[in-house]
């Protein structure tokens, strides 16, 4: 929980930039999870690599449960196996998908804040159901130095279903009007993942190269992160 002023030249203390990937599996190892906003039908072409967030924890996960409204996905949702399922339903309406909310020890929506109408109401809505259980979120970060780089070209990285990109400051202000018990706001590197996926040769190598040197940037400004992840106690 950050201490701000709120001023506009005011320090802000951050902490060190890490892999959003690694951050959310290490917290899910031998959890029950219940993931929303899970399935990415937009980055499908990073499944078969550590890059894709929904393998990578379940591979770890006791229990994974997704909750997706994605019209790629069947109404009766996927049945995986046995601990791994993704449900069709609405993230605003849990109560009617048969989930056991006592048994989920960690809830993750990565990527999912920058898409909702209003991501307030549904803060307020995971604290009334998961009361005291860790809530993870992560989202791109307004002030990321690609992003920034991008502008000095007329150029904005943004997908058309994104709805608001947040800062440092508006997500604090976010947990603080949601009434959480604590959080923390950790920044995290950008990846260039599908791009490289999707290049050949020379041109495979400059985007590989770039990833590298923004990462680079980002470890000694981490409030020019690629994003931010939210790390609450609801």
């Known amino acids: 929980?950050?201490?701000?002023?709120?001023?506009?030249?005011?320090?802000?203390?951050?902490?060190?930039?890490?892999?959003?990937?690694?951050y959310i599996k290490a917290a899910c190892s031998g959890k029950n999870v219940l993931d929303l906003g899970c399935?990415?039908?937009?980055?499908?072409i990073?499944?078969?690599?550590?890059?894709?967030?929904?393998?990578?924890?379940?591979?770890?996960?006791?229990?994974?449960?997704?909750?997706d409204n994605s019209p790629s996905l069947p109404k009766e949702g996927l049945i995986l196996n046995e601990r791994e399922k993704i449900l069709f339903g609405?993230?605003?309406?849990?109560?009617?998908?048969?989930?056991?909310?006592?048994s989920i020890d960690i809830i993750i929506a990565g990527e999912l804040i920058e898409h909702l109408p209003d991501t307030l109401k549904f803060f307020l809505s995971l604290k009334k159901s998961f009361a005291g259980k860790r809530l993870i979120c992560s989202t791109p970060n307004t002030t990321s130095f690609s992003n920034i780089l991008l502008s000095f070209f007329s150029r904005e990285s943004a997908h058309q279903d994104h709805l608001q990109v947040y800062s440092y400051k508006t997500l604090n202000t976010l947990c603080q009007r949601s009434g959480f018990d604590s959080w923390q706001i950790v920044p995290y590197h950008v990846k260039?993942?599908?791009m490289i996926m999707n290049?050949?040769?020379?041109?495979?190598?400059?985007?590989?190269?770039?990833e590298s040197i923004v990462n680079g940037i980002e470890r000694f400004f981490p409030m020019t992160a690629g994003g931010y992840i939210l790390d609450i106690i609801l």
């Open 1 to 22: 929980m950050a201490d701000l002023k709120y001023t506009p030249v005011e320090k802000i203390s951050v902490p060190k930039t890490v892999s959003r990937i690694k």
């Open 39 to 44: 399935y990415d039908e937009t980055a499908l």
């Open 46 to 67: 990073k499944r078969d690599s550590t890059e894709y967030l929904f393998d990578e924890i379940s591979s770890v996960s006791k229990l994974h449960i997704g909750v």
């Open 90 to 102: 609405d993230i605003y309406d849990l109560e009617n998908l048969g989930i056991d909310f006592n």
């Open 192 to 194: 260039f993942s599908e």
């Open 199 to 210: 290049s050949t040769g020379v041109k495979k190598k400059i985007v590989g190269a770039c």
